[in-house]
């Protein structure tokens, strides 16, 4: 019987049951769902051809397959798409919507399988095989439904989704088949699994997947609802926080008390709201001004928003200093602090003179380079002076931790900002001259590589919006003026050394100290050691006796100790001697004076003593610490198995020199050493020695003092005591050029040598040596080892 109602909303049509199962049906898709039998299925129709087969069904027996649809994401699957086993079901109702779609209420009646399809247009039709449920009735199967019944009782207590009368439905169905099928219908399963349970013919089989399937989602639900509770319990705490809080407020109104967690906010909020800030960074302080404003003082997190807070409103983001452009002011500011060093006070006032064209022009970053003690960081102090700018020092020097440069993240504990944005602090405002020191020292280990943090800050196409990890906010760097400083170019990793347009700073002539004494170290350490002008005077002659005879170094550090030693013992003889009121007589320190009160010769010309005996030669050489000389000795012994000892803690480069040398010697010798017998190599031992083996020593610019050492050896003839050389020699003979050679020349006017051989093609260099220092000396330019022993060896 077929009964019909119909409002002006929709229609409604009600069916009977199923009469029986023809051998074939037609077959409607379902997409994430998967029919069960025994159960009532409510459907929605949207698709044209279901709504056409929903039409026709209830036109004739009212009966279908529903069939579950492997790929869910097909609104229109075909045959292949679909699992081989359904469920035949009865339309027991159906509803159309005004929108054309159809609402139908589904009985499930029979498993069945789809054998073959008979059509596909306009729906789908298949013939189809009843398959009935295998049951064994055994103590086993019992205890499955029993154990499948207690733990689906379980779940529907905990989850809410499962209506209580659920559970007394399942209670009253005594066929494990049905029970299986309710059950599954029930659960929240994926369509796989609903699947497989659906295809199992065997109950018992059933069971034990569902008994799995249930155990799975009670302990699921069982960690829900403990994750639940403890979700609640710390709600009501924190409602119960709050209520307290509000009526503490207004008892803190009453009594005119105020909440100083409130008012540290306030305050926070107005200084921030004052400042320019840019719009993220804005946008972040109210953030975390809200997060504050809701904290009570005693949380853990309160302490770390309100340090992050005061850490952005102590930053200088819209301070600056307005640049000081008087090229005529900034030259005498820097001939005031600095004597000489002309070239590095030209190439600092051309980046003035850009400024002042351009001054929103990207500025590159300036490194200074040279030995210790020659003034590079007291030169940054006064660009910055000059500039009118804030000036900050940063030591790199031995640092290994990239957090050091860009922060510590504020989840750590302790965390605090990078030392960039600490100096940017300290300075107060945002276009300070930094000058980072000994940035050739910074190291790496696991904690990351400071070099490589350093790249985004000198940088200018980067550092515009350099982000510090516990800001975590971009600061805006370009206006920063970065000067580096640092002893060696070799440890600055390429890419940051790309970065820099590197100033080299030789060491100081014995002249350039004499002035530099005269005009800043005598009046710096006078005044320091609480003396007056006209109590002391330290002559010439006791300056450059400290110089030699006490110092022996490229800057200048060491002879301001001296001189600071005897301001000291000149302060201790006046307290000593003069009463309170008493005039003091003016000391007056000469050579002789000098020796005495400083003691002990500490530095001797060694060239003279050390070059008596041939086999000894005079090298110089380049340390980052400046130039130096060293000596390089040859001895020989009989040997039954002659060999080549090498010794004074050299490198590889180095004893590759020597390796060198003595194979051009050897290759030559009737032109080096005529006479000599054939077969004295075979005779003796060779042994080459550079003195002070406790300091490492390497490079390829020893190798014509090791062929001359060797040289003179053989031919007895010692090296001019006024002589020094440096190159590097090939197995041909020839001389290749060197680096450093003003240091080296610097080196040599300390240790009283006068005649410098050097390769040809090092000519060019001469200019960088100070004319005073060039008039004093004599340079031997030379292509060949041959015009090296020439020179050098001493006429036979």
């Known amino acids: 019987m077929i009964e019909i109602a119909q409002d002006s909303a929709d229609t409604t049509v009600e069916v009977g049951g199923p009469r029986g199962i023809p051998a074939s049906l037609p077959v409607l898709p379902l997409r994430e769902t998967v029919p069960l039998p025994d159960t009532l299925m409510p459907l929605a129709i949207g698709q044209e051809r279901s709504v056409q087969l929903v039409n026709d069904v209830l036109a004739g027996n009212r009966m279908l397959v529903m069939v579950a649809s492997r790929e869910p994401e097909d609104e229109t699957p075909g045959p292949e798409q679909l699992y081989d086993v359904g469920v035949v079901g009865s339309v027991a109702r159906m509803l159309k919507v005004p929108d054309g779609s159809l609402r139908i209420l589904v009985q499930g009646a029979q498993r069945v399988r789809l054998d073959t399809w008979e059509q596909e247009e306009p729906y789908l039709t298949a013939s189809i095989t009843e398959l009935p449920d295998i049951v064994q009735e055994s103590p086993e199967l019992v205890a499955l439904q029993r154990n499948v019944l207690r733990t689906f009782t379980e779940i529907v207590e905990e989850v809410p989704y499962l209506p209580e009368e659920l559970q007394v439905a399942v209670a009253n169905v005594e066929d494990p088949s049905t029970l299986s099928y309710l059950i599954a219908g029930a659960l ?23 008994v799995e399937a ?5 302990e699921v639900v069982s960690i829900g609802s403990k994750i639940q509770s403890q979700v609640q319990s710390e709600i009501d705490k924190g409602q119960r926080e709050y209520v307290l809080r509000q009526q503490l407020k207004a008892i803190q109104d009453e009594l005119g008390e105020f909440d100083e967690s409130a008012e540290e906010a306030g305050e926070l909020r107005e200084q921030l709201h004052a400042m320019d800030l840019p719009a993220d960074v804005r946008k972040q302080a109210d953030r975390e001004l809200k997060r504050l404003e809701h904290l009570p003082t005693q949380a853990a997190e309160h302490g770390v928003i309100r340090t992050y807070l005061e850490w952005l409103a102590s930053l200088p983001w819209d301070r600056s200093t307005e640049d000081r452009l008087d090229l005529v002011h900034a030259r005498e500011v820097l001939d005031e602090d600095h004597y000489d060093i002309t070239q590095v006070k030209e190439r600092i006032l051309e980046f003035l003179a850009v400024r002042k064209l351009k001054p929103d022009a990207r500025g590159s ?7 210790p003690g020659v003034g590079k960081t007291s030169l940054g102090r006064s660009i910055a002076k000059a500039l009118g700018r804030e000036f900050e020092r940063i030591s790199a020097g031995g640092v290994r931790d990239e957090s050091e440069i860009r922060g510590h993240r504020r989840t750590y504990i302790g965390a605090m900002p990078g030392t960039i944005i600490r100096a940017l602090r300290d300075a107060g405002s945002n276009n300070p001259l930094f000058m980072i020191d000994e940035i050739d020292k910074m190291g790496a280990d696991y904690r990351g590589d400071p070099a490589s943090a350093m790249l985004e800050v000198l940088d200018p196409e980067q550092n515009g919006a350099f982000r510090d990890h ?27 050394r790309d970065r820099m347009e590197v100033i080299e700073l030789a060491g100081y002539t014995a002249d350039d100290k004499l002035q530099i004494a005269k005009r800043y ?23 450059r006796v400290i110089i030699s005879d006490y110092t022996r170094e490229a800057g200048v550090r060491g002879l301001e100790r001296e001189i600071g030693t005897l301001c000291r013992k000149v302060a201790f003889g006046i307290a000593s001697e003069a009463g309170e009121g008493a005039r003091v007589k003016r000391t007056t320190i000469g050579e002789a004076r000098a020796r005495e009160l400083l003691g002990r010769q500490k530095y001797f010309a060694e060239t ?5 005996r041939a086999g000894v030669s005079t090298g110089l050489a380049w340390t980052p610490v400046g130039g130096d000389v060293l000596f390089v000795e040859a001895t020989a012994m009989p040997s039954k198995s002659p060999k080549l000892v090498i010794t004074g803690q050299l490198g590889d480069v180095m004893k590759e020199s020597a390796q060198a040398a003595l194979s051009y010697v050897r290759a030559h010798i009737d032109d080096v050493v005529p006479g000599l017998d054939p077969d004295w190599f075979d005779e003796h031992d060779l042994h080459i020695h550079v003195p002070a083996g406790a300091i490492p020593k390497d490079g390829p610019s020893a190798g014509v003092t090791m062929a001359t050492a060797l040289v003179s050896l053989l031919t007895g003839r010692c090296v001019r005591e006024e002589v020094a050389m440096t190159g590097e020699i090939t197995l041909t003979g020839q001389v290749l050029p060197i680096g450093g050679l ?17 390769p040809t093609r090092n000519e060019g260099d001469v200019d960088e040596i100070p004319a005073a220092l060039r008039a004093k000396l004599t340079f031997h330019w030379v292509e060949e080892i041959s015009e090296v022993l020439a020179v050098a060896l001493e006429r036979p």
Request: positive net charge; hydrophobic residues 45%.
């Open 188 to 210: 929240r399963l994926k369509t796989e699994e609903k699947q497989e349970l659906l295809e199992e013919p065997d109950v018992a089989a059933r069971l034990r997947k569902l």
């Open 608 to 612: 003279r003593r050390r070059t008596q």
């Open 214 to 218: 249930l155990a799975r989602e009670l």
């Open 470 to 496: 516990y800001l975590d906010v971009p600061f805006n760097l370009s206006n920063v003026m970065f000067i580096t400083t640092a002893n060696t170019l070799d440890t600055i990793p390429g890419p940051l």
């Open 365 to 371: 970053i300036l490194c200074f380079v040279g030995p």
């Open 521 to 543: 170290l005598v009046p710096r350490q006078v005044e320091r050691n609480g003396l007056k002008k006209s109590w002391i005077a330290i002559s010439d002659a006791a300056l």
């Open 742 to 758: 003003k240091e080296k020349a610097l080196a040599a006017q300390r240790h009283g040598i006068t005649t410098i051989v050097a």
